[in-house]
């Protein structure tokens, strides 16, 4: 017992495994996951309702969102973004991992007479003819993957932009690691069943990576017959890195703002986000 406990509670190495799609497609997480997206009021795996309405009216807006043009949401989920931009009469894709919110992407365009292309892909790997006048990742998912696969990401969507194209997306702000306190948690049906329909007993383990500007959220999940563990990283960015590594991936162009409705950068907030572009269409 003493060795397993201290097992759980070792420090793992920094991006020493990735779990991040197990969440998407585990049958019972998945299922808590979508109700969480559809929630008009909180900001769990997506933003709260009003501040989506916002954040389609600044990009319809700010990129002229319009019948002609094309665009991508990479990691769309139950289509909260895609079928708000189809209203404009534009050609929207929506990317996803998850079966599950895909289908409710796929119904709620059905249901409202709109014409979303839903594809079933991982957008570290996606390729296909499709260029794009932009490309979204909302929800900052960007800090969720590891260095090799942000430059994966960032290489597909380089592949799929259109000369002259954008890539819009959020991340986490290098002032709210600064709130990140190390902690340890158990509980018996750790967040109240939301890891198993099974009786289990979950372990949670919060560390910080002060170098790498990267927490770590663990759960280790004890059922009667099986263990698992599900790792949540995220990397925390100042404007400059982020604007460092776009600028390694070949955009030549970042602009930063404060989040995905225009606000004006702020160095205290949780969050910020950036435009990419660039005027090659290599890759
Ligand atoms: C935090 S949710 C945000 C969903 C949506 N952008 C929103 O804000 O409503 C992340 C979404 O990205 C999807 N996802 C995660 N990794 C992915 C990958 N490698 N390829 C495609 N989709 C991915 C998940 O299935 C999930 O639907």
Known sequence: ?????????TRPAVYAEVTTPDLWTDPHISAQMLAA???PYVDLSSYRTEYVEQVVAWIIDRFGIRAGLSVADFGCGPGLYTTRLACTGASVTGLDLSSRSLGHATSLARAEGLSVRHLHQDYLTYRDDA???LIILVMRDYC??????RQALLHTVRAHLDAGGSFVFDVDSASAFAHVQERAVYAPSLMDGFWSDRPYFGFHNTYRYEREYVSLDKYEIFEADRK????NWVRHFTPEELTGELTEAGFTGVEVLGDLTGSPYDGEAPQFAAIATTVSTAC
């Open 1 to 9: 017992m003493f060795e397993e406990l201290s097992a759980i509670n």
């Open 37 to 39: 997206h559809l929630d």
């Open 131 to 133: 260029r794009y006048d």
């Open 144 to 149: 969720a993957l590891p260095p090799d696969d």
């Open 228 to 231: 698992r563990t599900f790792f």
